[in-house]
């Protein structure tokens, strides 16, 4: 965590945002993604972001967009919003970010603009909790960072990053999305997780699958966001940069 957590959306946000769509990689607020970006397409992208509003939007790619790449693959319609809170250029022409989640989103509609890279209308998503769960709030998240507790790493519980994370008293919104980025599960299951603005539902489905994954493997590894073609064995957090 830190200065980035105040950052929001500029005043004058109009729902227009650059579409940045990969495989196996769902961003959630609260939470930084490194990325190298190095396709011309979204280098472009990139650059129209740092001389605005420094954001750029993560969206997953749907199965079987390999069929698709000449064209412009499906994508889910459920994304997050980024604020870029760190960029260095190489020699090379490539670029090194830090892209900060910073809100949910839907797509209403793609647009179609002459740039290399999509656009899209959105409309932000915001969480919310039954009033018939408030009182169970504080018990909910003391339950999910005991199960997240169980699956860190010995040798990575240890460290700082973990160590701010399980002392600090972080709302259970928060914790969904810190907690459902930073551990193994299927990529449809993530962008469920996102797309669900009632905390308490989206407390209930990490549950249900931290607890079965906990009973069967009790090493249920963290995931491994830094390289989303990869299949999720790493236990590093925060994670190496993704290639675009």
Known sequence: MGHWENAGLPDDFDGLVRLFPLPNLVLFPHVIQALHIFEPRYCEMLSDSLESDHLITMALLTPGWEMHVDRNPAIGDVVCIGRIVSHTPTDDG??????????????????????????????????????????????????????FRSLI???????????????????????TDI??????????????????????????????????????????????????????????????FSDN
């Open 94 to 147: 490539r670029h090194n970010i830090l892209l900060a989640g910073i809100h949910r989103a839907r797509i209403v509609s793609e647009l179609d603009t002459e740039t290399p890279f999509r656009q899209a209308r959105v409309e932000l998503l915001y969480d919310y909790v039954p009033p018939d769960s408030e009182g169970l709030v504080e018990q909910y998240r003391d339950s999910l960072l005991g199960v």
């Open 153 to 175: 790493p010995h040798d990575a519980s240890g460290s700082k990053t973990f160590g701010e994370l399980l002392t600090r008293q972080l709302p259970l919104g928060i914790l």
């Open 179 to 240: 907690v459902g980025y930073a551990v193994s599960l299927p990529s449809d299951v993530k962008l469920r997780l996102l797309g669900e603005t009632n905390i308490v539902a989206r407390y209930e489905i990490l549950m249900s699958y931290l607890g079965s994954q906990d009973e069967e493997d009790p090493s249920f590894p963290l995931s491994n966001p830094g390289n989303p073609t990869t299949p999720p064995r790493s236990q590093e957090f925060p994670p190496k």
